[in-house]
């Protein structure tokens, strides 16, 4: 398919919601710790950049995913690919994802999490479809709110590539 892209948030918007974001995040943990858990692959470019403007302490852990589903979700409909390194028993957890789209793999994700006992467990995404739910699952800190449309760059991928674009954009077919 032949196609192009247009920007649909710019880098600019980006890292100023990333600051807001982070600044939240200061407060709202004030005098704990923070235990992020990046899923693997598309959250890496948001996580790094919002560990980064962090400033209470963060320790970070990944994992990678598959989930399947059409609407009737139940728990343990996921495969890890890639398990956690270390135990999240006992630590305020903060899963960091690149899109809530269907919401199947956090909904998922959230339940197996959740039964390994962490004294919190919250959800950010950069991005949220909220047209798109088709689970119960509601993050606790959205970057923006998207229409539905197949969105690229800061980590999201159109057949693994354009993950490295600096802002989001939109595949436009030609
Ligand atoms: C994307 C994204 C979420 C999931 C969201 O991952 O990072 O994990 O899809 O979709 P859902 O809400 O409909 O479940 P993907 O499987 O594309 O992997 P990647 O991050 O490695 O590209």
């Not at 407060?27 to 598309?42: F, S």
């Not at 390994?116 to 119960?136: A, F, M, Q, V, Y």
């Not at 606790?140 to 989001?168: E, M, S, T, W």
Request: charge should be negative; include cysteine.
């Amino acid at each position: 398919m032949e196609y192009h892209i247009d920007e649909l948030i710019s880098e600019e918007k980006i890292n100023s919601r990333i600051i807001e974001l982070a600044k939240q995040i200061d407060e709202d943990y004030a005098g704990k710790e923070l235990h992020l858990v990046v899923i693997l692959k598309g959250s890496v470019f948001f996580a790094c950049e919002l560990a980064k403007r962090i400033t209470i302490p963060v320790t970070m852990d990944f994992m990678a995913v598959s989930s399947y589903g059409n609407g009737m979700v139940s728990a343990g409909e996921i495969t890890v690919k890639k398990e956690l390194d270390e135990d999240i028993c006992d630590k305020e957890v903060l899963i960091v994802e690149d899109i809530l789209d269907s919401g199947v793999t956090l909904y998922n994700l959230k339940v197996l999490l959740s039964a390994r006992s962490p004294k919190s467990l919250k959800i950010i995404t950069l991005l949220d479809k909220k047209g798109n739910h088709e689970t119960d699952i509601e993050a606790d800190y959205v970057g923006f709110d998207i229409p539905n449309q197949f969105v690229i760059g800061y980590g999201l991928d159109y057949a693994q590539k354009h993950r490295n674009l600096p802002y989001i954009g939109v595949v436009v077919a030609d």
